[in-house]
């Protein structure tokens, strides 16, 4: 039995504006047939017509997560406990997972300071934890460069936990640094820290 081909313009159409890329594939599909397909053809071409518009719906909700979860997000953060973003940080969303990073972009080399602050999410876009790094006044080289020392603070959402990572040198004898190595502190001693650098 021959079927029309109409509802698939349709859905290359509204692929291609979104993907350009898409948009070519398809045609190509398309015009090297004819203007009408079989059952099989055109059941294998609506299968990929799903696909796609099911990537290009998800990365949609992907490319919303700055505006989600940037400064209209510091309601949430001052109930935890966490600092607010402020809206001039820079965002960069992540690659191959659903979260991203926004960057401090006044933060003076070598001075102590907030950073950056990171998120990950679940598939379906549920925050999963949210992470701020400060940087420390400290340095120490290893056989991969030269690294500022890091305070990480990460609060877990599902969990309502935080989790405080001290990224220090490890000293050998002759007073440079073998390795970096991630300490665990408490609470009390993250603010310590904090407050020693003159960031709180």
């Not at 898409?22 to 599909?29: A, G, H, I, S």
């Not at 972009?105 to 602050?117: D, L, S, V, Y």
């Not at 679940?122 to 030269?146: A, Q, R, S």
Request: proline share 2%; net charge negative.
């Amino acid at each position: 039995m021959i079927y029309n081909t109409c509802f698939l313009y349709f859905c290359i159409l509204q692929s291609g504006i979104l993907l350009n890329g898409t948009l070519v594939y398809f045609n190509v599909v398309i015009y090297t047939g004819s203007m009408a397909m079989d059952r099989s053809i055109l059941k294998h071409v609506l299968i990929q017509c799903y696909i796609v518009v099911s990537l290009l719906m998800s990365s949609c909700s992907y490319s919303d997560l700055n505006s989600k979860y940037g400064v209209a997000y510091n309601q949430v953060r001052q109930n935890v406990g966490l600092p607010v973003l402020d809206s001039t940080w820079r965002y960069n969303e992540a690659v191959g997972v659903v979260g991203g990073s926004w960057i401090n972009p006044i933060c003076p080399k070598g001075t102590p300071c907030h950073f950056k602050n990171c998120f990950l999410c679940e598939n379906d876009g549920t925050m999963l934890w949210e992470e701020d790094i400060y940087i420390g006044p400290n340095k120490y080289t290893t056989v991969d460069g030269t690294f500022e020392e890091m305070l990480r603070i990460t609060y877990y959402f599902k969990d309502n936990r935080w989790g405080y990572l001290w990224t220090t040198g490890v000293s050998v004898k002759n007073s440079r640094w073998e390795h970096e190595q991630d300490e665990e502190i408490s609470s009390k001693e993250a603010d310590s820290l904090l407050t020693l650098w003159g960031i709180i």
